[in-house]
């Protein structure tokens, strides 16, 4: 089966975007430099879905369907080696999303970039420093004061992000809860520690998987024996109920002794 030019694979083979990252290197006769969501993938970014066109910086600016070709100039150190390609390294690839993706995107894209390979602001920063006439330097630098390596899906780097928006103190990602004897007991996805309000998004998972399901209801039992007020969000809610979602943290936060700033 074709995928570029000059480049084939098995018709059974089910291909990620990862692997299209590959196949678009290979047409580019291994001379593109996968970019921006491509390199992300490469570095282990999770929620890339493979129907997205692939990004290469590369000098042929006719590239076939499937691949976005950017002419970008690459200063020293901002490629490295990964399976078997020259790829944008993690902070190279950060600034490349910060500055194209809209900022909802950005945000969720870099959070799982970070959660993926460990960068840190400071890198990306550096990348700034040497690039200070890029375009889309304000963009990225509005969407790296939101980003947060403990986001764990893009509807968590969302959640977050719309309780910032909406005035509420800024969430800690992946609170530990302990029992009284100091075993660690669970995880919250966002929270104020200070106030003991947590805030957990529920995916697919949540309720499918009968293991989780039931792993679920105990947590939610014990959590307020434990001190936690905890509000569990879909999202439903957070596309048709956002209101109602805020309302329930304003109100756990209010009775913890928060000051309102929303």
């Not at 590239?63 to 080696?81: F, K, M, N, Y």
């Not at 200070?132 to 330097?137: H, L, M, S």
């Not at 939610?220 to 879909?234: H, N, S």
Request: proline letters at 6%; glycine letters at 10%.
């Amino acid at each position: 089966m074709p995928v570029y030019p000059g480049v084939w694979v098995p018709r059974d083979v089910e291909l990620s975007h990862r692997s299209y990252a590959r196949a678009a290197w290979l047409w580019s006769r291994r001379s593109g430099i996968p970019a921006g969501l491509s390199a992300a993938a490469v570095l282990g970014s999770k929620w890339i879905d493979a129907n997205k066109p692939v990004e290469l910086i590369h000098t042929n600016r006719r590239p076939p369907s499937g691949i976005i070709v950017h002419t970008d100039a690459l200063s020293s150190g901002e490629t490295q080696l990964a399976s078997g390609m020259s790829i944008t390294t993690p902070a190279r690839t950060a600034f490349d999303l910060g500055r194209r993706l809209p900022l909802t995107e950005g945000v969720q894209r870099i959070d799982a970039l970070l959660n993926a390979t460990g960068i840190k602001i400071g890198d990306i920063e550096d990348i700034i420093a040497a690039h200070p006439g890029a375009r889309g330097v304000r963009q990225l630098r509005r969407t790296l004061t939101l980003v947060d390596s403990g986001a764990e899906s893009p509807y968590e780097s969302l959640t977050r992000l719309l309780l910032v928006q909406a005035g509420f103190p800024r969430p800690e990602t992946q609170l530990e809860v302990f029992e009284e004897c100091g075993a660690l007991f669970a995880r919250l996805d966002m929270g104020w520690c200070e106030y003991g309000v947590g805030v957990d998004f529920d995916g697919a998972q949540h309720w499918t998987d009968p293991r989780r399901r039931s792993w679920d209801v105990e947590r939610y039992a014990r959590l307020p024996e434990l001190g936690w007020i905890d509000i569990r969000v879909t999202a439903g809610m957070l596309h048709n109920r956002r209101s109602a979602f805020f309302d329930r943290v304003g109100a756990a936060l209010m009775s913890r002794g928060c000051p309102r700033t929303w």
